[in-house]
């Protein structure tokens, strides 16, 4: 048998560009239906565990997807918004509790959620270093982003302007970093935290501005029509700190304030019924969703999409298979004279069919084999494919 | 002794017909078998070799009768007692100059390959002067030097009959007298059976009988 193998192996390693060929082809027979299985199986996973573990999501009606994936996944366009007083009625409900997530404004590389102290506590977030967030302009970053942002705590990150046209949108906060959480491999590792306070800052709902009132800055102030306004050139901060932080202040009322979202923690199961049948009125602008149930539907529309892939792949594998049998007929044909002066010279018929037959498998385990590698290296790369996957839908 | 007695063959499909009435080779003499083409001398061959089967008659070699072994027999004596060389060399394009020597070893179950035989190889190698080529592949080689790597392969298992299919016919003059002299010596060291088909007769003073294979009567159209 050792003598086949060494014959068969001088054989491809003599061809080896044919053999690269045939092996890089069966590779991809095998790895496309595998892979793609796994990478799907993966993907449904990691799609659906952070869904799971949500119980009910509010958002403004629209896209239940949208809401989910950019809530849950910091992906996908901002969702319209809804009014912080949609936080404060789930919570006055007595049937749940809410943590606020306004998922708007970036950084360079992440999404900034602005949200509440309660976050942390549910997806079971800790500090790797530095200290939660406990000041406006304070901001606690995921294993990644800090990576990304290549930051610790003690440095800063600016948020992105909305459009650095309008002189009159949201200005670029710069945020101070006092926390870096452990890596996850969940959607949390990348963004920016903050709390929604400091979002509004950001959303220029809140601001803090020189002392218009001391006795030096009276030159600030002008009278129009009967009213005090503080003249434009009174210093507005883009920074919050100790010594500023006080002259920050909130225009408006709080109620009116936007989120994108806010997780609903009902108290029990019937606490949950209960509250998604207060949000099933046909007058109502909010939507209450089950994570779980949108993400399976779109799991679902995955699993279909791969059937008809898996089909394609499973059609193109039997044509490769057949060009294949082609290939390996015409080599046969042309080693002819070759395969009969081993008969002549000793060689059974049986044995040098089997010769061919140890080329033809070596072919096909070494084609397995690097499918097999590929598929491990698919499943290695699973959560990464996944994010892909999330940004382009 | 080679014994050919009423020896009949044809090809299935085929009007080519050859009758052997009765043809003795004695053991050590080398013979040549002349002819045109098509008239039988490399079917003459693969009879006594045992890779053609007679339709009828008697086949002896070495006094064992061939035409009444079974496949599995005639195979196993081959390999024992037969060397062959082609005129077109058969050597395989993608093993290297030791690996085709030690070919008859590894494609066939009955012999272990041993370091013995690696040694010959290198001995048989070195015998022809391709001892610094062992490990080069065969397509790198000029034609006399494949013809060498041929008659070394049909050397290894030092077989007491050399069968030689018009082993010079692609060969330059210089490289025929040198393969000529290699098959000679070894025959005339060993005493070994020679039969070579040629067409050249310029060699024919080289052998110890000539036998013209016209005389066997194939019935197709002899075309020289």
Redesign the interface.
């Known amino acids: 048998m050792s003598d086949l193998l060494y014959l068969a192996w001088r054989y491809l390693v003599y061809h080896r560009v044919t053999t690269a060929v045939l092996v890089c082809s069966i590779t991809l027979i095998v790895y496309l239906p595998a892979g793609l299985n796994r990478l799907v199986s993966e993907s449904a996973n990691e799609l659906t565990a952070r869904a799971e573990a949500t119980p009910l999501l509010l958002g403004a009606k629209g896209s239940p997807l949208e809401l989910v994936l950019s809530s849950l996944y910091f992906e996908s366009d901002t969702p319209p918004s809804l009014r912080y007083a949609e936080v404060n009625r789930i919570q006055q409900s007595g049937l749940a509790n809410a943590i606020p997530l306004y998922t708007r404004f970036q950084t360079s590389h992440s999404t900034i959620v602005g949200t509440s102290l309660d976050y942390f506590a549910f997806r079971g977030l800790k500090l790797d270093r530095g200290r939660q967030f406990d000041m406006l302009g304070e901001c606690v970053l995921g294993a990644r982003a800090a990576r990304l942002a290549g930051v610790v705590p003690g440095d800063t990150v600016l948020s992105k302007p909305d459009d650095v046209f309008d002189i009159a949108g949201a200005y670029p906060l710069k945020m101070h970093v006092v926390g870096v959480l452990e890596p996850t491999g969940t959607p949390d590792d990348r963004a920016v935290f903050v709390d929604v306070n400091t979002a509004w800052v950001i959303e220029g709902l809140a601001h803090g501005h020189a002392e218009v009132n001391l006795p030096a800055e009276r030159q600030s102030v002008v009278r129009q029509d009967g009213t005090i306004v503080s003249h434009p050139a009174v210093v507005q901060y883009n920074e919050i700190t100790p010594e500023n932080v006080t002259s920050f202040h909130f225009h408006g009322d709080p109620d009116s304030f936007p989120v994108t979202a806010a997780i609903a923690l009902p108290h029990d199961e019937k606490s949950s019924t209960l509250l998604q049948g207060r949000y099933l009125g046909d007058d109502e602008v909010v939507q209450m969703v089950r994570p779980a149930t949108v993400m399976r539907h779109l799991v679902r529309n995955v699993m279909d999409v791969q059937r008809y892939v898996l089909l394609a792949g499973i059609l193109l594998g039997i044509a490769t298979l057949a060009t294949m049998a082609l290939v390996f007929t015409l080599s046969i044909q042309l080693r002819r004279r070759e395969l009969e002066t081993m008969i002549k010279i000793g060689g059974t018929r049986r044995r040098v069919i089997s010769l061919i037959a140890t080329e033809i498998l070596g072919v096909l385990v070494a084609g397995t084999v690097l499918a097999g590698g590929l598929v491990m290296v698919t499943s290695w790369l699973g959560s990464s494919a996944t994010r892909l996957i999330l940004q382009w839908v | 002794m080679i014994v050919l007695k009423d020896v009949e063959f044809s090809y299935p499909g085929s009007d080519f017909r050859l009758q052997v009435p009765e043809m003795i080779v004695s053991p050590g003499a080398t013979v040549a078998l002349i002819g045109p083409s098509g008239s039988g001398k490399t079917t003459i061959l693969n009879l006594i070799?045992g890779?053609l089967v007679p339709s009828s008659g008697l086949i002896s070699t070495n006094a064992v009768n061939l035409s009444a072994c079974g496949d599995?027999a005639r195979?196993a004596f081959?390999?024992q007692n037969i060397g062959?060389v082609?005129q077109?060399f058969?050597l395989?394009?993608?093993?290297s100059v030791l690996?085709n020597i030690l070919?008859?070893?590894?494609?066939?179950?009955?012999?272990q390959?041993r370091q013995a035989h690696r040694d010959r190889a290198a001995e048989l190698a070195r015998d022809v002067g391709l001892a610094d080529k062992l490990r080069r592949?065969v397509c790198k080689l000029s034609q006399g030097e494949r013809q060498r790597v041929a008659i070394c392969?049909a050397l290894l298992l030092e077989p007491p009959l050399l069968l030689c299919d018009e082993p010079t016919g692609n060969l330059d003059p210089a490289n025929k007298t040198q393969v000529l002299k290699i098959l000679f010596d070894y025959v005339s060291c060993h005493n070994t059976t020679l039969l070579t088909v040629t067409h050249d007769y310029e060699l024919l003073p080289h052998f110890d009988e000539t036998i013209d294979c016209r005389r066997f009567h194939a019935s197709s159209e002899a075309t020289a």
């Open positions: 070799a890779i599995s195979r081959r390999v062959l082609f077109e058969a395989l394009e993608h093993l690996d070919l008859p070893c590894r494609i066939t179950s009955a012999i390959l592949y392969r």
